[in-house]
């Protein structure tokens, strides 16, 4: 733990164009990272700001990590945008949020472009304003032939709903004979997601210092690592981005499984180590 701390601190004190090259270096990217963008209204509170303007300060960080996932030719960078709660805020925030978003994809298409962007959405989209939904709609169309980076917006999200979906999408496949329930896999089900076609996170961000999910990614988020920072989102940037994935390569992920220098091999005719009855005795537990 000591020896990854002092990597990291290192990494710290490097230039922003040396850090890339040395994140690059050590190897073990993620393929897809995902981010809670936690702390705009915050952010604008200790500036005595409308919350609104945390939101738009918010639109740099995007640019931000779009430009760092990017370079770093990472498969996919999944924003949590718009919750499925977020609809209950104040009908005049929600009202903006959904004019930012618009203003947003007509500003950075055609930088997105350059970059070989594509864009997906994940969500209820059929919930978002018609002008929301037809300009992210003309968005994705015109980055759909990019062959880059896949930037995933969540929008109207949520995840138990996106499980819910996911579980009626199958009950569909099951009664129309698609499938045959004792041949149903994870990977049928998981086909059912918003997120279908897409890796699951290997990473999960959440700024702000948080310590919750807040309903995202629940199904796909089952084994990727977590990250927190007390970041707020509109002060997270390239290098933020860039020692969160450093601080990731230096994590060992093991799904279940013991450390190699941990799985230790029974010895044979079950004496030394694995024998039951040397434990019970060292224990003293009765039988």
Same mark, same amino acid.
């Given at each position: ?14 230039? =922003?164009?040396?850090?890339? *090259?040395?994140? %690059?270096?050590? /190897? /073990? ?27 738009? *300060? ?8 779009? =430009? &760092? %996932? ?10 949590? =945008? ?23 994809? #007509? ?11 594509? +864009? &997906? %959405? ?8 018609? $002008? %929301? ?8 169309? #015109? +980055? &759909? ?20 979906? $996911?579980? +009626?999408? +199958?009950?569909?496949?099951? &009664? #129309?004979?698609e499938l045959a329930p004792d041949k149903v896999t994870e990977e049928d089900f998981a086909s059912g997601l918003y997120t279908a076609g897409l890796p699951d996170p290997d990473l999960v961000i959440r700024t702000s210092g948080e310590m919750r999910l807040s309903n995202f990614l629940l199904w796909q988020s089952a084994y990727s690592e977590l990250l927190v920072t007390p970041t707020l989102w509109p002060d997270f940037r390239e290098r933020e981005f860039l020692l969160a994935v450093a601080e990731y390569q230096g994590r060992e992920r093991r799904f279940g499984a013991l450390p190699e220098d941990d $799985?230790?091999?029974? $010895? ?20």
């Amino acid at each position: 733990m000591a020896d990854r701390q002092d990597d990291l601190s290192r990494l710290e004190d490097l230039a =922003t164009e040396d850090l890339y *090259a040395a994140v %690059a270096e050590r /190897g /073990g990217l993620p393929r897809h990272v995902a981010v809670i963008m936690d702390g705009n209204g915050r952010w604008a509170r200790r500036r005595f700001l409308p919350r609104v303007a945390g939101h738009r *300060a918010g639109r740099h960080s995007v640019r931000a990590c779009v =430009t &760092a %996932a990017g370079r770093l030719g990472l498969q996919a960078l999944t924003l949590y =945008t718009f919750s499925q709660e977020n609809f209950n805020r104040p009908a005049s925030e929600v009202k903006a949020l959904w004019s930012f978003l618009e203003e947003s994809l #007509a500003a950075e298409q055609d930088d997105l472009a350059r970059r070989g962007v594509r +864009l &997906a %959405a994940s969500g209820d989209l059929d919930r978002l304003p018609d $002008a %929301a939904r037809d300009r992210l709609q003309a968005a994705i169309d #015109a +980055l &759909a032939g990019n062959t880059g980076l896949v930037l995933n917006l969540a929008l109207a999200y949520g995840g138990r709903q996106e499980i819910l979906h $996911a579980a +009626l999408d +199958l009950h569909r496949r099951l &009664a #129309a004979g698609e499938l045959a329930p004792d041949k149903v896999t994870e990977e049928d089900f998981a086909s059912g997601l918003y997120t279908a076609g897409l890796p699951d996170p290997d990473l999960v961000i959440r700024t702000s210092g948080e310590m919750r999910l807040s309903n995202f990614l629940l199904w796909q988020s089952a084994y990727s690592e977590l990250l927190v920072t007390p970041t707020l989102w509109p002060d997270f940037r390239e290098r933020e981005f860039l020692l969160a994935v450093a601080e990731y390569q230096g994590r060992e992920r093991r799904f279940g499984a013991l450390p190699e220098d941990d $799985a230790d091999e029974p $010895a044979s005719g079950g004496d030394g180590l694995w024998d039951p009855g040397r434990w019970k005795r060292l224990l003293r537990v009765r039988s």
